[in-house]
């Protein structure tokens, strides 16, 4: 069983900055592949970012060059740096840990992310 915590959501004016954090419970957590997915208001919830358990990461278009995915293997933790946001980023964020051979997909409670114009 693999819990997720998600925090550092909040309001931010547009053109600031956010950190969204994952704590994730269990051993498994470094052999993992993480996301960040995020559900805007009245619409299909969308792939943010990815990170690998080697590191190598993927984003949306609609995020290259503004967020960043990382992880801390030693607490357990995946983060999302979010700059330059838009009022379209305006989301509800959720923390993932993709399906595979060792275990089954766990998602976060999820975390509110609003940016004003």
């Known amino acids: 069983q693999v819990q997720l915590v998600e925090s550092g959501g909040g309001l931010v004016q547009a053109g600031g900055s956010l950190r969204l954090s994952c704590a994730a419970s269990?051993?498994?957590?470094?052999?993992?592949?993480m996301d960040w997915h995020r559900q805007p208001p009245g619409k299909q919830r969308e792939l943010v970012a990815r990170?690998?358990?080697?590191?190598?990461?993927n984003y949306a278009d609609s995020v290259k060059g503004r967020f960043t995915i990382s992880r801390d293997n030693a607490k357990n933790t995946v983060y999302l740096q979010m700059n330059s946001l838009k009022p379209e980023d305006t989301a509800v964020y959720y923390c993932?840990?993709?399906?595979?051979?060792?275990?089954?997909?766990?998602w976060g409670q999820g975390t509110q992310v609003t940016v004003s114009s």
């Open positions: 993932h840990r993709a399906a595979d051979f060792i275990s089954s997909e766990y």
């Open positions: 990170i690998r358990s080697g590191g190598s990461t």
């Open positions: 269990g051993s498994i957590f470094r052999v993992s592949t």
